[in-house]
């Protein structure tokens, strides 16, 4: 069975930062490219950043470019996401999902995990 | 960017209706269409992916159908666990959009 935990989110104040981590499990985690998808309270889904399987290839929203970093660690099965410079439009719940790549959907979702950006 | 509009944002039905949601994109998508299912206080769940195509365990009264820039999503009998808010999301393009969702509610 899949399995993707979120954690690492919480209250930050404005500028603020955060590390997010999603662990996987029930499949081979180095095959699959990985997906960060936020939603903010009471919105819709927005695409935050895309990895590939083998942490090559990086792909970000305008909104977040060169404010949130993601990475993986294959070994521990493993996705982050560096959350910088924080606004309170950053406020959502982040989740991660699978994705097998161009064409494919986000297949497994991970039940969130809330970053506040709140003074 | 591909932008997806979702109609209508509501949709209020009966238990045993027949829903149809719409998607449309700005631009072609091929069949790179995907439609998600979310509940309150929980994750999005994958319905259908390649316009049509239902994901594991999804029930066959859930389909999709469509190509290019219009695509529909139909649920040929409600249940109530049904009632729940539908986003369709394209991967044909980099950045990954979703639209903006609809609501289907009890009437």
């Known amino acids: 069975e899949v399995q993707l935990l979120e954690s690492g989110g919480g209250l930050v104040q404005p500028g603020g930062s955060l590390r997010l981590s999603c662990a996987a499990s029930?499949?081979?985690?180095?095959?699959?490219?990985m997906t960060w998808v936020r939603q903010a309270p009471g919105k819709g889904l927005e695409w935050v950043s895309t990895?590939?399987?083998?942490?090559?290839?990086?792909y970000y929203a305008d909104s977040v470019k060169g404010r949130f970093t993601i990475s993986r660690d294959n070994s521990k099965n493993t996705l982050y996401l560096e959350v910088n410079s924080l606004r309170a439009e950053d406020t959502a719940v982040y989740y991660c999902?699978?994705?097998?790549?161009?064409?494919?959907?986000?297949?497994?979702w991970g039940q969130g995990t809330l970053v506040t950006v709140s003074s | 960017e591909i932008v997806l509009a979702q109609s209508p944002a509501t949709l209020s039905l009966s238990p045993g209706e027949r829903a149809t949601l719409s998607c449309r994109a700005s631009q072609s998508v091929s069949s790179y269409l995907a439609w998600y299912q979310q509940k309150p206080g929980q994750a999005p769940r994958l319905l259908i992916y390649?316009?049509?195509n239902r994901a594991t365990g999804i029930p066959a009264r859930f389909s999709g159908s469509g190509s290019g820039t219009d695509f529909t999503l139909t649920i040929s009998s409600l249940e109530p666990e049904d009632f729940a808010v539908y986003y369709c999301q394209q991967s044909s393009n980099w950045p990954l959009t979703f639209g903006g969702g609809t609501e289907v509610e009890i009437k």
């Open positions: 029930g499949f081979t985690f180095s095959n699959d490219a």
């Open positions: 990895i590939s399987s083998g942490g090559g290839n990086t």
């Open positions: 390649g316009a049509s």
């Open positions: 999902a699978t994705y097998r790549g161009s064409g494919r959907p986000l297949e497994y």
